[in-house]
């Protein structure tokens, strides 16, 4: 059953520093999205992505996060400095987009934790 | 989105059914409602959707009332590995998926 991953599982940092996380989606899925778990916390979002350009953010998804789709495969998100409060677990999503039921399921990756130091 | 209620937590017998009420009474015609799952640390699993009729898949069964007010998720013989937080979200299409408290599910032994 085709699946989202993402890499690296675990990724420590050091504050300031830039990070790219790294998620594959569903092949022949058209939406992609990001969103984020503090520790202890409920998941939220933070950005989707369709046809080449962001299509909705929300306010955690400042200057400081860009995402992109370098090829046909890849989807990544950046964080150009992180600060301690960036340290979260990071789940990548996709979704298939106009299927025949109407619906759009979305499929989540199993997450990348980041760790800020 | 449609506002969508749960109840905090819920217990289940292992083999039996367990059932996952959520209201959303403020539901719009275009909202399908979507059930999602996370299992401890891991990312959030799609279970199964639904706009007017009841629907089953290999994972669970979900019943929407006439007026789809109300759902109900069942999950005909919970094992231990459906011990999770239960989303469930009232939303159209292409939104993003805004994540509530959810039911947190124990099934025991």
């Known amino acids: 059953e085709p699946e989202v991953t993402q890499t690296p599982s675990h990724q420590v940092t050091q504050m300031g520093q830039e990070v790219i996380l790294r998620c594959v989606p569903i092949?022949?899925?058209?939406?992609f999205y990001w969103y984020r778990q503090i520790l202890g916390q409920k998941v939220e979002f933070l950005v989707s992505?369709?046809?080449?350009?962001?299509?909705?953010k929300s306010e955690i998804f400042d200057d400081q996060f860009s995402v992109e789709r370098p090829d046909g495969s890849n989807f990544t998100l950046k964080i150009r400095s992180t600060k301690l409060e960036d340290s979260a677990m990071y789940f990548c999503?996709?979704?298939?987009?106009?299927?025949?039921?109407?619906?759009?399921?979305?499929?989540f990756g199993p997450g990348t934790r980041l760790t800020v130091l | 989105d449609a506002k969508t209620t749960q109840p905090t937590s819920m217990d289940c017998a292992e083999g039996r059914a367990a059932n996952l009420p959520c209201n959303h009474s403020?539901?719009?015609?275009?909202?399908?409602v979507y059930w999602y799952r996370q299992i401890h640390s891991q990312g959030p699993q799609y279970i199964i959707h639904?706009?007017?009729n009841n629907e089953t898949n290999e994972m669970a069964s979900l019943i929407i009332t006439e007026d789809r007010k109300s759902s109900t998720l069942i999950l005909p013989h919970a094992t231990l590995r459906d011990t999770a937080v239960y989303y469930c979200?009232?939303?159209?299409?292409?939104?993003?998926?805004?994540f509530g408290p959810g039911t947190s599910l124990s099934v025991i032994p």
């Open positions: 992505f369709y046809n080449n350009e962001i299509s909705e």
């Open positions: 092949s022949n899925h058209l939406y």
């Open positions: 999503a996709s979704s298939a987009g106009r299927t025949g039921s109407g619906a759009n399921e979305q499929f």
């Open positions: 639904g706009l007017k």
């Open positions: 979200i009232a939303k159209t299409s292409y939104d993003k998926v805004i």
């Open positions: 403020t539901i719009s015609g275009n909202e399908y």
